[in-house]
């Protein structure tokens, strides 16, 4: 299949694509990685009059850190990200998530924004940035803003992003002492889209209590979801076998309303859920406590 006839841009400069953003409206799209804008083009999934290639913008690609914060380009590449040893240091859970999104060769292409904006409810992308707290910052000609991840994924492949915004960087607060970080999903062969995943950033108290617990899953539902009820019976306790079995039940039975499709029943997802919530906790509580 060929996509439809579209425009084509190739700006220099973020304030040139923000400019052709604005001329063009609904009809353009920012055009990041490709990899999964093309083929959507390619199957007539998607028909945007005009592409604004983001590729020639070097301000929207780089890694940054002033300390409390770690501060990525939107334009940023998913491998040059995997690869980054400050991401590795502030940031692990990022860093242990990226070789399950997809292959290598995607990864050299894609990037953290395109992977953010395309809001794809199987991404791993999108639940991590809901476990680390990020901060996703939007601009257009006009006005730049920070959207909380939690606030800014809105449905499937939906964002609170408007016509003539772009994802310019994502804000991930550094890595807390006491705290510990896992992720893990089971999809039917390594790099496919998984059937459940689930990230988890916890951080104790000097007692070795659960201060904070973020748990945050996909593949479950039209967007990533925060399994809020598991994160608050974590919230105090000691995270015994105990506690985390009642925060696995609480995610898998409460948190979630998963779909039914032709790669997993509703049921199974659950199941999932369940047990992979039980292996990132004991994981990021046992990383948390050699970090004391
Ligand atoms: C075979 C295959 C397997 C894959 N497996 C996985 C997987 O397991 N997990 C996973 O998470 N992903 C997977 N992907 C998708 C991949 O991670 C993509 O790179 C990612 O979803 C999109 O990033 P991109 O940079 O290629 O964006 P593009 O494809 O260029 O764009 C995606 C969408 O985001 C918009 N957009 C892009 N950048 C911005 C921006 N800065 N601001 C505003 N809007 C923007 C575009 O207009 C478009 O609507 C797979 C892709 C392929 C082809």
Known sequence: MKPAPFAYFRPHTLDEALALLAEHGADAKPLAGGQSLIPAMNFRLATPAALVDLNLIGELSYIRTDGETLQLGGMTRQRTVEQNESVARLAPLLTETMPSIAHPAIRNRGTIGGSLAHADPAAELPAVMLALDASLVVQNTRRQRSIPAGDFFSGL???????????????????????????????????????????????????????????ALLSVGDRPVVAEQAQSSLRGQMPTVEAMEAACAAAADHDIDPPSDIHASARYRRQLVRVLTRRVLETAFARARSAL
């Open 157 to 215: 492949f939906s964002t609170a992003m408007e016509p003539g915004e772009l994802l310019t960087a994502i804000r991930i607060p550094s890595r807390q002492p006491r705290s510990g970080f896992a992720f893990r999903e089971i999809s039917r062969r390594h790099g496919d889209f998984a059937l459940v995943g689930v990230a988890a950033a916890v951080t104790l108290d000097a007692t070795g209590a659960c201060r904070v617990a973020r748990l």
